[in-house]
């Protein structure tokens, strides 16, 4: 099979990057590699949004936002940041002209913020056509169908987010749900975080770049593996508290924060391990409750300070009960209920060959 120029320098780029070398100190190979630079332009829409996701990206330190937007995300790639209402220069007119001219080339479509459908999607406007506001959800479907892919940054664009609690007046959806309901097939990638950390969405991005939509595995909500497969449970620092069954019981208190409202055992991301903040800090770190950010039930029903069922607990699952008093009877949880049943098999066993001794004398 014959090899081209792209797919000898893209192969090159990638072994170098894996052995740590650096091509680019040569000049001749540095010229070459520019000339073979595939650009991609990116659209980040902002929707029912706080920005904070924005934010979160703008803070990204290694590598640094510069990094992301001015050198090549991945050897042989660079991404051309076209429209962002919250950095971009240009306004008005020419901000909105730049979005138009890039939805005529291929293209990746960023939305933060969930898609408000309701009063006919009026809500969320974004520029404006012969002197009428122009409503995100417009903007969504239309560029959502030409998109060659589009990633739902944070917990709002992935699921509905905090604008679709209580009775979700704005009729707030993800962006996968709505482009359900519309029939559009583009593939859609969901980053749910409030905020979504910035190296989920580096991450993921340089993966589309190099590979397509289609090579990154999603879990059945369409969040990336690589940095959702695990649960927080499972990583936490108090984890150990938990399987002794010491619990905090009010803010300040040492112990695991379970009876606080903590959503970490049915939460998935690997916020333990990645932390924010250039690795600096994260909630429980902080001695907050997960929050379960990352989950489709965000910021759930009722109180955030309430508890959740918990199931599917990895080893050691044999942990102490967790909501006991003197007036009440012991929870039985799935470890004692384990317990109790190996015990009573102990003794069903014992009573039987009681019996066959009895029947042999």
């Given at each position: 099979?014959?090899?081209?120029?792209?797919?000898?320098?893209?192969?090159?780029?990638?072994?170098?990057?894996?052995?740590?070398?650096?091509?680019?100190?040569?000049?001749?190979?540095?010229?070459?590699?520019?000339?073979?630079?595939?650009?991609?332009?990116?659209?980040?829409?902002?929707?029912?949004?706080?920005?904070?996701?924005?934010?979160?990206?703008?803070?990204?330190?290694?590598?640094?936002?510069?990094?992301?937007?001015?050198?090549?995300?991945?050897?042989?790639?660079?991404?051309?940041?076209?429209?962002?209402?919250?950095?971009?220069?240009?306004?008005?007119?020419?901000?909105?002209?730049?979005?138009?001219?890039?939805?005529?080339?291929?293209?990746?479509?960023?939305?933060?913020?969930?898609?408000?459908?309701?009063?006919?999607?009026?809500?969320?406007?974004?520029?404006?056509?012969?002197?009428?506001?122009?409503?995100?959800?417009?903007?969504?479907?239309?560029?959502?169908?030409?998109?060659?892919?589009?990633?739902?940054?944070?917990?709002?664009?992935?699921?509905?987010?905090?604008?679709?609690?209580?009775?979700?007046?704005?009729?707030?959806?993800?962006?996968?749900?709505?482009f359900a309901q519309e029939g559009i097939t583009t593939p859609t990638i969901s980053l749910p975080g409030c905020a979504m950390h910035p190296d989920w969405f580096v991450g993921t991005l340089a993966a589309v770049l190099l590979h397509g939509p289609e090579a990154i595995k999603v879990d059945q909500y369409g969040r990336p593996e690589m940095f959702y497969?695990?649960?927080?449970?499972?990583?936490?620092?108090?984890?150990?508290?938990?399987?002794?069954?010491?619990?905090?019981?009010?803010?300040?208190?040492?112990?695991?924060?379970?009876?606080?409202?903590?959503?970490?055992?049915?939460?998935?991301?690997?916020?333990?391990?990645?932390?924010?903040?250039?690795?600096?800090?994260?909630?429980?770190?902080?001695?907050?409750?997960?929050?379960?950010?990352?989950?489709?039930?965000?910021?759930?029903?009722?109180?955030?300070?309430?508890?959740?069922?918990?199931?599917?607990?990895?080893?050691?699952?044999?942990?102490?009960?967790?909501?006991?008093?003197?007036?009440?009877?012991?929870?039985?949880?799935?470890?004692?209920?384990?317990?109790?049943?190996?015990?009573?098999?102990?003794?069903?066993?014992?009573?039987?060959?009681?019996?066959?001794?009895?029947?042999?004398?």
């Amino acid at each position: 099979m014959a090899l081209t120029r792209r797919s000898f320098l893209k192969t090159s780029a990638a072994g170098t990057a894996a052995l740590g070398v650096s091509l680019f100190d040569n000049p001749t190979m540095r010229s070459a590699f520019a000339s073979a630079v595939q650009e991609t332009p990116v659209v980040w829409l902002a929707s029912g949004c706080c920005s904070g996701c924005s934010v979160s990206l703008l803070n990204s330190l290694s590598p640094r936002i510069q990094d992301v937007l001015l050198d090549q995300v991945l050897p042989g790639h660079h991404i051309s940041l076209n429209f962002h209402p919250t950095v971009m220069a240009a306004s008005g007119d020419m901000a909105m002209q730049a979005m138009y001219d890039t939805e005529e080339k291929p293209f990746v479509l960023v939305v933060e913020g969930s898609v408000m459908t309701a009063d006919s999607g009026v809500m969320c406007e974004v520029g404006e056509d012969h002197g009428h506001g122009i409503p995100g959800v417009e903007h969504i479907r239309r560029m959502g169908k030409k998109a060659k892919a589009v990633i739902a940054a944070g917990s709002c664009a992935a699921f509905g987010g905090v604008n679709k609690a209580n009775m979700n007046p704005s009729g707030s959806i993800g962006v996968k749900e709505f482009f359900a309901q519309e029939g559009i097939t583009t593939p859609t990638i969901s980053l749910p975080g409030c905020a979504m950390h910035p190296d989920w969405f580096v991450g993921t991005l340089a993966a589309v770049l190099l590979h397509g939509p289609e090579a990154i595995k999603v879990d059945q909500y369409g969040r990336p593996e690589m940095f959702y497969r695990k649960l927080i449970h499972d990583n936490c620092p108090l984890r150990g508290q938990f399987d002794k069954g010491v619990f905090a019981e009010k803010m300040g208190d040492e112990g695991c924060l379970y009876k606080l409202g903590c959503k970490g055992p049915v939460t998935h991301s690997d916020c333990a391990e990645r932390k924010f903040n250039s690795g600096t800090n994260w909630c429980i770190d902080n001695r907050h409750p997960c929050q379960g950010c990352t989950e489709p039930e965000y910021p759930y029903e009722g109180s955030m300070w309430d508890t959740v069922p918990i199931a599917g607990v990895t080893p050691p699952g044999l942990y102490p009960p967790i909501m006991t008093d003197n007036k009440t009877s012991v929870d039985v949880t799935p470890g004692y209920a384990a317990l109790a049943g190996l015990a009573a098999g102990a003794v069903g066993a014992k009573v039987l060959g009681k019996k066959s001794d009895s029947d042999k004398e």
